[in-house]
């Protein structure tokens, strides 16, 4: 079956850096985008980036521009974000999606990001 794992989260203080990983299973991985999506406490869902299949076209939300970076490794089955200078509004549950941006089929379990000093 279908499975999306993240991991990477935790606690960072204002201005460092996570880089979350996606390990997916149970579907060919290589042919389809991904996204990632996060949920701050007591907010909906916010697309944050999406990947192409082949990995080599990515779309951002404004909040993540210039500080988040999407990759992907079809040979290992998984997807990253890669978080710089992260702030307080960060902070919320990120997930990893299959499907571009609000066309998810199917996400993970999600991992905690608390920025705070």
């Known amino acids: 079956q279908v499975q999306l794992v993240e991991s990477g989260g935790g606690l960072v203080q204002p201005g460092g850096s996570l880089r979350l990983s996606c390990a997916a299973s149970?579907?060919?991985?290589?042919?389809?985008?991904m996204s990632w999506v996060r949920q701050a406490p007591g907010k909906g869902l916010e697309w944050v980036s999406d990947?192409?299949?082949?990995?080599?076209?990515?779309y951002y939300a404004d909040s993540a521009k210039g500080r988040f970076t999407i990759s992907r490794d079809n040979a290992k089955n998984t997807l990253y974000l890669q978080m710089n200078s992260l702030k307080p509004e960060d902070t919320a549950v990120y997930y990893c999606?299959?499907?571009?941006?609000?066309?998810?089929?199917?996400w993970g379990q999600g991992t905690q990001v608390t920025v705070s000093s």
């Open positions: 999606a299959i499907g571009p941006r609000e066309k998810y089929t199917y």
């Open positions: 990947i192409n299949s082949g990995g080599d076209s990515s």
């Open positions: 149970g579907f060919t991985f290589s042919s389809y985008p």
